[in-house]
């Protein structure tokens, strides 16, 4: 079993949808990073949570340690931020200790 | 200056070619990266480099030698590739290496014929 488990594995929506990513770890973290990965593309550090919740424009992403559970959500969705999405670990206080989810395909049709 | 550039974007080479790939920051990070992708799976960690001194090799073949000249580039030397070494290599920087954001570049897709 996965240390990080990511739901839905796909997700197809209209453009202008709320859309919502999870991701379900099972070890104790530092800090969980989202990741964004445009196909055949580099991947862009969306962010990086220890608690609480961020936002950069209309990205939001939210975190509850005592759950292990975090979200990443997308108001008004537009076919640019189709991509895969990736949630990401540090368990060992290292940065490089990364465990990855196996991420989020998200197609957003005009 | 928030970017992590890589070059070449892409790589053709023969198992028998000698080639490098190369990775540079500006943003005074202290730590850097070498992770392998493969088609849809999650990027894979070869190396860590923390204040220009190699820190962690997760067990990578010696074909692979990566080298930090200095604190803004990092390069991954290749020689004698297989096939299966086929993929997306990417960089990645972080203020050190035990926090920090990380910022990764767009990667080098590397075919081995």
């Known amino acids: 079993k996965n240390e990080v488990e990511q739901s839905p594995q796909n997700l197809t929506a209209q453009e202008g949808e709320f859309i919502t990513i999870n991701c379900s770890y099972s070890v104790g973290i530092s800090a969980l990073h989202w990741l964004q990965q445009h196909p055949g593309g580099g991947i862009v550090s969306l962010f990086m949570?220890?608690?609480g919740k961020k936002k950069h424009g209309r990205l939001i992403a939210t975190i509850n340690i005592q759950e292990k559970h975090s979200s990443l959500h997308i108001t008004a969705s537009h076919p640019r931020d189709s991509a895969v999405y990736i949630c990401?670990?540090?368990?060992?206080?290292?940065?490089?200790?990364?465990?990855f989810g196996k991420g989020t395909l998200l197609t957003v049709n005009p | 200056d928030t970017e992590v550039t890589q070059t070449p974007k892409h790589l053709v080479m023969g198992m028998t070619n000698k080639k490098s790939l190369k990775c540079e920051q500006h943003m005074g990070h202290r730590a850097m990266y070498w992770y392998k992708q493969k088609a849809k799976k999650p990027p894979e960690l070869m190396f860590v480099y923390s204040y220009e001194k190699l820190s962690i090799n997760e067990s990578v073949p010696s074909r692979f030698s990566p080298e930090c000249p200095n604190s803004s580039l990092l390069n991954l030397h290749l020689h004698a590739l297989q096939p299966e070494d086929s993929a997306l290599y990417l960089c990645?920087?972080?203020?050190?290496?035990?926090?920090?954001?990380?910022?990764f570049g767009e990667g080098s897709r590397l075919t081995v014929l």
């Open positions: 990401a670990v540090n368990s060992g206080g290292s940065n490089y200790k990364l465990t």
């Open positions: 949570l220890s608690s």
């Open positions: 990645a920087s972080s203020q050190l290496a035990n926090t920090g954001e990380l910022f």
